[in-house]
């Protein structure tokens, strides 16, 4: 069996609808564990008190905003490439839901740098990619939505979302690049490093990302069965209309 067989509009719906009850029940499960688990029966932080209970929103939202536009690339690459239609409505699916989690990683970053960094908002490289990240979601939607022919218009898309990964890329390596600004290196992966997060908030906030990333699958996998559908209905209709 070939992963490309995935590829064709009828196997794809037939397999998603099979798989989406258990990654609804998975979503649910780890969604609710792990945020019930972070904000009810995690200790304040000695320095941040209950302000760092913020983290388990923001960083799973972070992590999947980046994420959610690397899905788009590479689902744009299997349309420039292979001219697969699923890819190309699976990357059109994504953008809403990737736009959604930078929004939620920008406002709950806002939430908690204000008393953490006495400002609501800096120039810092990290934010700053993470607001043109944002401001391209917004552009390649738009785009999707202006041009009428939809292969052209997945041709167009394709290629910002190729630019746009500069930014999704600088969002998640911008305090390696550069020394300046706000944010601290990431903590997550530093296990057994010097500083590691403490076992109190990085088991809850694991669970809390796994939840985040079934929640991004699921959404996907819904999204991308509405854009097949009007992608039917659309031909469908066009056919009434030349007949």
């Not at 688990?37 to 304040?44: H, V």
């Not at 302000?51 to 349309?79: E, Y």
């Not at 390596?173 to 990085?202: C, M, R």
């Not at 990302?209 to 209905?233: D, K, P």
Request: aromatic fraction near 12%; include cysteine.
């Amino acid at each position: 069996m070939s992963i490309w067989e995935y590829a064709n509009p009828k196997k794809f719906m037939q397999t998603s609808a099979r798989v989406l009850p258990w990654l609804v029940a998975l979503t649910t499960a780890f969604l609710a564990v792990g945020l019930v688990w972070a904000f009810f029966f995690t200790p304040d932080d000695y320095k941040q008190g209950a302000t760092v209970k913020i983290m388990f929103l923001h960083v799973p939202a972070a992590m999947m905003a980046i994420n959610a536009w690397i899905m788009m690339l590479v689902a744009s690459l299997i349309w420039i490439v292979r001219r697969h239609h699923v890819s190309a409505l699976a990357a059109r699916a994504a953008a809403p839901v990737g736009l959604t989690f930078t929004a939620i990683a920008l406002v709950t970053g806002a939430l908690w740098g204000q008393p953490m960094w006495g400002t609501w908002w800096a120039w810092d490289p990290r934010l700053t990619s993470f607001l043109i990240l944002a401001l391209f979601y917004l552009g390649y939607m738009a785009l999707w939505a202006a041009v009428e022919n939809p292969d052209t218009a997945a041709d167009l898309t394709s290629v910002l979302c190729i630019v746009g990964s500069v930014f999704a890329l600088l969002s998640r390596y911008a305090v390696k690049f550069w020394n300046q600004g706000l944010h601290q290196d990431s903590t997550i992966l530093k296990v057994g490093e010097k500083d590691p997060l403490d076992p109190a908030y990085y088991l809850p906030l694991v669970v809390c990302i796994l939840g985040t990333v079934l929640l991004f699958v699921t959404l996907v996998l819904v999204r991308t069965r509405t854009e097949i559908r009007a992608r039917r209905l659309a031909a469908l209709l066009a056919r009434e209309r030349s007949a």
